[in-house]
């Protein structure tokens, strides 16, 4: 298995600017999640999806910040317009939906910094 | 409300020492309990997990965490650590009712030195 595979690995954008974050889950697996990284705040879940469908948003910070699951295998997370304080990692996980136990996988992760 | 506590933030240990994490959770509900490493510009992976039967769990990289029901911690432990050990490590918590969603604590960065 390829694992999931997220895009770009690091990205550098000036404040103001949209940013679109890319994450291809491992074939197979029906959840998937939208982490952030930060040293200040640790690792916060701002998403999930179950089968495509947004489960929980709650931990999205505000309204700049919205994700889409459009089919099993693409989910995009975007950041418009993108602020300072967005600079984080952004990891994508995914999981077994049904009997899922827990069992995580993590993407490398995007390194976001905004300028 | 639930929640998880790392309670120390660093953790620095001499190669071939023992090494202990501590990890404890707040729920009024059943839990699983998970271990996860994070090996620098790398994402997470499962060191172990917690979800039925013998309270104490073996897992990767000769790591084990035993499950303590009543003081409701779940700490980590080596007997003896290497330098590639090495990492953040994080513990979890996920709700039998929540769908899947994993809460993380703030994580215990682990140094070994030679």
């Known amino acids: 298995d390829a694992g999931v595979i997220q895009s770009p690995r690091h990205e550098v954008t000036e404040m103001g600017q949209e940013v679109t974050l890319r994450c291809k889950p491992i074939s197979g697996h029906n959840s998937l999640f939208w982490y952030r990284q930060t040293m200040m705040r640790g690792l916060e879940l701002l998403i999930y999806?179950?089968?495509?469908?947004?489960?929980?948003d709650s931990g999205m910070p505000e309204d700049r910040f919205s994700a889409k699951m459009p089919n099993a295998s693409f989910s995009t997370l975007k950041i418009q317009p993108s602020e300072p304080r967005d600079s984080a990692v952004y990891f994508c996980a995914s999981s077994l939906g049904k009997g899922n136990t827990g069992e995580l996988f993590f993407g490398e992760g995007s390194r976001l910094t905004v300028l | 409300a639930q929640s998880v506590t790392q309670l120390d933030s660093q953790v620095p240990v001499f190669e071939e020492a023992p090494v202990e994490l501590r990890c404890n959770y707040s729920?009024?509900?059943?839990?699983?309990l998970f271990w996860y490493v994070q090996y620098p510009n790398q994402g997470l992976q499962l060191l172990l997990k917690?979800?039925?039967?013998?309270?104490l769990v073996k897992g990767i990289n000769g790591f084990e965490a035993e499950f303590n029901k009543s003081q409701t911690s779940f700490h980590l432990r080596k007997p003896s650590v290497h330098i590639s050990d090495t990492a953040e490590y994080f513990c979890?918590?996920?709700?039998?009712?929540?769908?899947?969603?994993?809460?993380f604590g703030q994580g215990t960065e682990l140094s070994v030195k030679p």
């Open positions: 979890a918590v996920l709700l039998y009712n929540q769908g899947g969603k994993l809460i």
């Open positions: 917690y979800l039925s039967g013998s309270t």
């Open positions: 999806f179950n089968n495509n469908v947004p489960i929980d």
């Open positions: 729920s009024s509900v059943s839990v699983y």
